[in-house]
């Protein structure tokens, strides 16, 4: 079956950028998510990309997608203590949603 | 806008009992997506619902299923309950199918 996958962990300075990366199979996703979960909370949606862009930037996110390879990534610019938290990329396709297995970003004061 | 609510927050269950799960999405969102997530398997899509309709459906046996009604709510029911079924149930609402869901706060079940 289809399959999304991220790195497990990722551990980064305050101030400096995190980069999260997902890999997909589904060549039919139209839409491309990312979602933030904290502890004991639900899922808060950060930002998204349509597959016939190749980057968007909204504040501190950019979001890069390369559709040839079926990579997505996240990157956060100043990364602050309150980004610390599972994130999960989501994508959309035909009848689908696939989760990734989510990145753990801990950020080091 | 108030946001997506799902109902009740906690639950505890026994093997072989049955649980209905309550989700009212935001205002004019017509599709109710459901997803479990649990810490071995993360997060996994079960049904999409839109106009009454259920549109897709993710790989989980007939024990789950769900509904929605003509105002959008919608409610999942998992029949005869497993220790396996244990896990954070999310809902997610988006105006059509497709578009960027926003979730709920989810409903925690604890199946003993």
């Known amino acids: 079956g289809e399959d999304v996958e991220q790195s497990l962990f990722l551990s980064v300075r305050e101030g400096d950028s995190s980069v999260i990366n997902c890999t997909y199979t589904?060549?039919?996703?139209?839409?491309l998510y990312w979602y933030k979960q904290e502890p004991g909370a639900g899922l808060q949606l950060l930002t998204y990309i349509f597959s016939n862009m190749d980057m968007k930037q909204d504040q501190r996110l950019t979001v890069l997608l390369n559709k040839k390879d079926k990579h997505l990534s996240l990157r956060i610019a100043d990364t602050q203590t309150g980004d610390s938290a599972i994130y999960f990329c989501?994508?959309?396709?035909?009848?689908?949603?696939?989760f990734g297995t989510g990145t753990r970003l801990k950020v080091l004061a | 806008k108030a946001g997506v609510t799902q109902t009740p927050r906690y639950l505890i269950k026994t093997r072989g009992q049955q649980v209905t799960l309550s989700c009212s999405p935001i205002s004019g969102h017509r599709s109710v997506s459901w997803y479990q997530q649990t810490p071995g398997q993360g997060l996994q899509f079960l049904f999409e619902?839109?106009?009454?309709?259920?549109?897709n459906k993710g790989n989980f046996p007939g024990r789950f299923s769900g509904r929605q009604f003509s105002n959008s709510r919608s409610e999942m029911n998992v029949s005869t309950l497993e220790l396996g079924d244990s896990a954070l149930y999310l809902c997610?609402?988006?105006?059509?199918?497709?578009?960027?869901?926003?979730f709920g706060p989810g409903t925690r079940l604890t199946v003993l």
């Open positions: 997610a609402s988006s105006f059509r199918e497709g578009n960027e869901q926003f």
């Open positions: 589904d060549s039919s996703s139209t839409y």
């Open positions: 989501l994508t959309s396709g035909t009848y689908k949603y696939i």
């Open positions: 619902y839109f106009s009454e309709t259920q549109r």
